[in-house]
């Protein structure tokens, strides 16, 4: 459920404002929040004094906090020159990344810079990205560490330096089309312009919203300024290693969207399940079961195996129209089907075709291999179907 909040007497009804015409080279700063409340002031403060004097603007907040950062806002927008709307979600569906998109999906203007809530990115710069866009003709401008002028000098350590040097060593590899012209991928400040986004098309996962704009729907121009990643004003990074995994989970869910990248990672998946399937054979044989028994209990252990990794790296964003039993009963009733239909495959190819025996196991493995593919996706993980909003939205007088 989501609590919206508008500073009273700027915007209006916010189930209107979306329709209305944006000035020209307006702004809409988005900002997703969790337990901010400390910083609040300080970044209304900052965007006072550099943004609305060079460029109209408004602030989004999109807040997913426990503490008491939704009614600091509210009092804190109380003296602001400029729009305040705040977006208080009960349910954090996407992380900060889902928090963005849900900004972007509220924003009225023709340009949405997106910044943290910690004061580490200078709204002094936000004027600069959205000029260096209209000067450029880009759909997107980045603001960059890596580039001259750049520097991250308020991360805190060399773990933290180390740790962002890393990921952006990796997505750069991974996404080496999709990134090309983007230093700093892992930057959470940057402008875009609302008609280069495809909001539907986004799949956030954790805080690295950049990356899933760069690969899903990135714009065909691109741009980068230089800024100086600044030392948080109050309170501690929300970093930590589950955000580290979550990140490693959308890089492969990135990696893995096309079809051809997801057989891919379903035979290397299929692959690896040859290990757990020969240990079990080892130790219920050693336990004195028959080999042939022994072989068909032991292959359930590298279906169970495959399931489970299937389920977290290639079809995460697609389990949610069907329960867990139900997707493992089907997924293990294709992986069995797959010897039963082998032997008949390789008898066809050496009666019906001519076929030697060994190519035409090998045929057979890749047919079973392609049609047990397919019959996962179609099967077990269809693609969502599209339902209707589940979030209420109420406003402050």
Same mark, same amino acid.
């Given at each position: 459920?989501?609590?919206?909040?508008?500073?009273?007497?700027?915007?209006?009804?916010?189930?209107?404002?979306?329709?209305?015409?944006?000035?020209?080279?307006?702004?809409?700063?988005?900002?997703?929040?969790?337990?901010?409340?400390?910083?609040?002031?300080?970044?209304?403060?900052?965007?006072?004094?550099?943004?609305?004097?060079?460029?109209?603007?408004?602030?989004?907040?999109?807040?997913?906090?426990?503490?008491?950062?939704?009614?600091?806002?509210?009092?804190?927008?109380?003296?602001?020159?400029?729009?305040?709307?705040?977006?208080?979600?009960?349910?954090?569906?996407?992380?900060?990344?889902?928090?963005?998109?849900?900004?972007?999906?509220?924003?009225?203007?023709?340009?949405?810079?997106?910044?943290?809530?910690?004061?580490?990115?200078?709204?002094?710069?936000?004027?600069?990205?959205?000029?260096?866009?209209?000067?450029?003709?880009?759909?997107?401008?980045?603001?960059?560490?890596?580039?001259?002028?750049?520097?991250?000098?308020?991360?805190?350590?060399?773990?933290?330096?180390?740790?962002?040097?890393?990921?952006?060593?990796?997505?750069?590899?991974?996404?080496?089309?999709?990134?090309?012209?983007?230093?700093?991928?892992?930057?959470?400040?940057?402008?875009?312009?609302?008609?280069?986004?495809?909001?539907?098309?986004?799949?956030?996962?954790?805080?690295?919203?950049?990356?899933?704009?760069?690969?899903?729907?990135?714009?065909?121009?691109?741009?980068?300024?230089?800024?100086?990643?600044?030392?948080?004003?109050?309170?501690?990074?929300?970093?930590?290693?589950?955000?580290?995994?979550?990140?490693?989970?959308?890089?492969?869910?990135?990696?893995?969207?096309?079809?051809?990248?997801?057989?891919?990672?379903?035979?290397?998946?299929?692959?690896?399940?040859?290990?757990?399937?020969?240990?079990?054979?080892?130790?219920?044989?050693?336990?004195?079961?028959?080999?042939?028994?022994?072989?068909?209990?032991?292959?359930?252990?590298?279906?169970?195996?495959?399931?489970?990794?299937?389920?977290?790296? +290639?079809?995460?964003?697609?389990?949610?129209?069907?329960?867990?039993? !139900? #997707?493992? @009963?089907?997924? *293990? %009733?294709? &992986?069995? =089907?797959? +010897?039963?239909?082998?032997?008949?495959?390789?008898?066809?190819?050496? !009666? #019906?075709? @001519?076929?030697? *025996? %060994?190519? &035409?196991? =090998?045929?057979?493995?890749?047919?079973?291999?392609?049609?047990?593919?397919?019959?996962?996706?179609?099967?077990?993980?269809?693609?969502?179907?599209?339902?209707?909003?589940?979030?209420?939205?109420?406003?402050?007088?």
């Amino acid at each position: 459920m989501t609590h919206e909040y508008t500073a009273p007497g700027e915007l209006g009804d916010p189930a209107v404002r979306g329709a209305e015409v944006a000035e020209p080279g307006a702004v809409t700063i988005v900002v997703p929040t969790y337990n901010e409340s400390a910083n609040i002031r300080q970044l209304l403060h900052q965007i006072t004094e550099s943004v609305p004097t060079r460029l109209p603007c408004e602030v989004v907040f999109v807040d997913d906090s426990t503490d008491d950062t939704p009614e600091v806002i509210q009092e804190a927008a109380k003296d602001c020159p400029f729009p305040v709307t705040l977006l208080h979600r009960e349910e954090p569906v996407g992380g900060l990344g889902g928090a963005v998109v849900e900004g972007m999906k509220a924003a009225g203007s023709d340009w949405i810079v997106v910044m943290d809530g910690d004061c580490q990115h200078p709204p002094s710069l936000v004027p600069e990205l959205v000029a260096t866009g209209e000067r450029a003709h880009a759909g997107l401008v980045v603001a960059s560490r890596y580039i001259k002028g750049g520097s991250r000098a308020g991360l805190a350590g060399s773990y933290r330096v180390a740790v962002s040097r890393g990921a952006t060593w990796l997505t750069k590899s991974l996404f080496p089309r999709r990134l090309h012209g983007i230093s700093d991928p892992m930057s959470g400040f940057f402008a875009i312009r609302r008609s280069d986004i495809t909001a539907d098309a986004l799949k956030p996962l954790g805080y690295k919203i950049l990356l899933e704009l760069a690969v899903r729907s990135r714009p065909r121009q691109v741009t980068e300024v230089p800024f100086v990643f600044q030392d948080r004003f109050a309170g501690e990074s929300k970093s930590s290693a589950q955000e580290g995994f979550r990140f490693l989970r959308h890089l492969i869910g990135l990696r893995t969207a096309s079809p051809v990248a997801r057989m891919v990672g379903f035979g290397l998946i299929g692959a690896s399940g040859f290990l757990p399937n020969l240990v079990g054979l080892w130790a219920l044989m050693a336990l004195g079961l028959h080999y042939v028994p022994a072989e068909i209990l032991a292959n359930q252990l590298g279906v169970a195996w495959n399931f489970v990794l299937v389920e977290h790296l +290639l079809f995460r964003d697609r389990r949610r129209h069907r329960n867990r039993w !139900d #997707r493992a @009963g089907r997924f *293990a %009733l294709l &992986a069995n =089907a797959d +010897l039963v239909l082998r032997i008949p495959l390789i008898a066809l190819f050496v !009666d #019906r075709l @001519g076929m030697g *025996a %060994l190519s &035409a196991t =090998a045929l057979a493995l890749v047919t079973t291999f392609v049609l047990r593919f397919v019959g996962t996706e179609a099967l077990v993980y269809l693609p969502r179907r599209g339902r209707g909003g589940h979030s209420k939205a109420r406003r402050a007088a």
